[in-house]
């Protein structure tokens, strides 16, 4: 993945924090298809604060818990008028502090958007670092979060979150891994497991 970079369409810091609120157990493809009615009626937080979550509904309603991510974006949105002036931080505590707005999506704004040298943990991060080993007894988003952070180096560490993110997406599925595609299979501890496992298989036959 030599062009490593988020799928989301996103033109400034607000857009960007809206799609990845939406992307949250959604598709990119789908938020990207969301996003440009959305944030063409709603281009900026002082006008989405202004909106009853209702009326955001009607523009979301097709990616998952649409209820609760309205309530969500309009909760930001009023947030960052009247905490931020209705610009969006780059401080990644800052960001928590808004509504529907995690570690892993403050994060991504941080990282993407403000390119901080951190690393968001998604499903796809948290399986891929796990299962090729880069991380060790770790069962949480937040441990391997510190075990990429302390390992990658800063310099690398944005593209790192994408490398990972592409690879669990198109190649190291939750399903159905390509194992034979894959570039990293002789690094891999999963890979090395399924060989183990056929080889005894082989031998009791």
Not at 48 to 53: I, L, T, V, Y
Not at 67 to 94: C, H, R, T, W, Y
Request: with cysteine; glycine share 4%; aromatic share 8%.
């Amino acid at each position: 993945m030599p062009f490593a970079d988020t799928e989301l369409k996103y033109s400034d810091p607000f857009g960007l924090l809206v799609a990845v609120i939406l992307s949250a157990q959604c598709t990119d493809k789908r938020v990207n298809m969301i996003t440009p009615a959305l944030l063409e009626e709603y281009p900026d937080a002082k006008a989405m604060a202004k909106a009853e979550p209702s009326e955001i509904f009607r523009f979301i309603k097709s990616c998952t818990y649409p209820n609760n991510k309205a309530k969500n974006l309009k909760g930001m949105a009023q947030m960052l008028v009247e905490e931020f002036d209705g610009k969006v931080p780059s401080d990644i505590a800052e960001l928590q502090q808004l509504p529907g707005v995690g570690r892993k999506t403050a994060n991504v704004v941080a990282s993407v958007y403000y390119r901080k040298p951190v690393i968001a943990v998604d499903t796809h991060v948290f399986r891929v670092a796990r299962r090729i080993g880069l991380v060790r007894n770790a069962n949480t988003p937040l441990s391997v979060e510190k075990q990429l952070s302390e390992h990658v180096p800063e310099s690398k560490m944005r593209n790192a979150h994408h490398w990972l993110i592409l690879h669990g997406r198109y190649i190291c599925k939750a399903r159905n891994p390509l194992c034979e595609e894959c570039g990293l299979k002789n690094l891999c501890n999963y890979y090395a497991s399924l060989q183990k496992t056929i080889r005894k298989k082989a031998l009791k036959r």
